[in-house]
Nanobody, 124 residues
Framework: QLQLVESGGGLVQPGGSLRLSCTAS????????IAWFRQAPGKEREGVSC????????YYADSVKGRFTISRDHAKNTVFLQMNSLEPEDTAVYYC?????????????????WGEGTLVTVSS
């Protein structure tokens, strides 16, 4: 059973930065596709970014392209989401999710495993 744990959320002013982490214990994330989703109050869940576990390819939603960067540290068994130039519209609970079976960079509701989420609040 893969258990994903997100961390790094918090309160940040507009224009600031945060780095979210997604890690797993007792399960290697090598070859696993990892995606980041977010859900703002009253809104549907949105796929933000993903990284392939097979070829390292990445994807970004238009709303975050150029501001967010997804990366993987194999030694730490962690996938990061570096978020820069944050805007109030980025306020949401951020979740990481895993595609274990294909390992692809994929964003869809039927991801194999989900974390509990970490709250990001962008406000002055």
């Amino acid at each position: 059973q893969l258990q994903l744990v997100e961390s790094g959320g918090g309160l940040v002013q507009p224009g600031g930065s945060l780095r979210l982490s997604c890690t797993a214990s007792k399960f290697t994330l090598d070859y696993v596709g990892i995606a980041w989703f977010r859900q703002a109050p009253g809104k549907e869940r949105e796929g933000v970014s993903c990284i392939s576990g097979t070829d390292g390819s990445t994807y970004y939603a238009d709303s975050v392209k150029g501001r967010f960067t997804i990366s993987r540290d194999h030694a730490k068994n962690t996938v990061f989401l570096q978020m820069n130039s944050l805007e109030p519209e980025d306020t949401a609970v951020y979740y990481c999710a895993a595609d274990v079976h294909s390992g692809n960079c994929a964003i869809y509701s039927g991801m194999d495993y989900w974390g509990e989420g970490t709250l990001v609040t962008v406000s002055s």
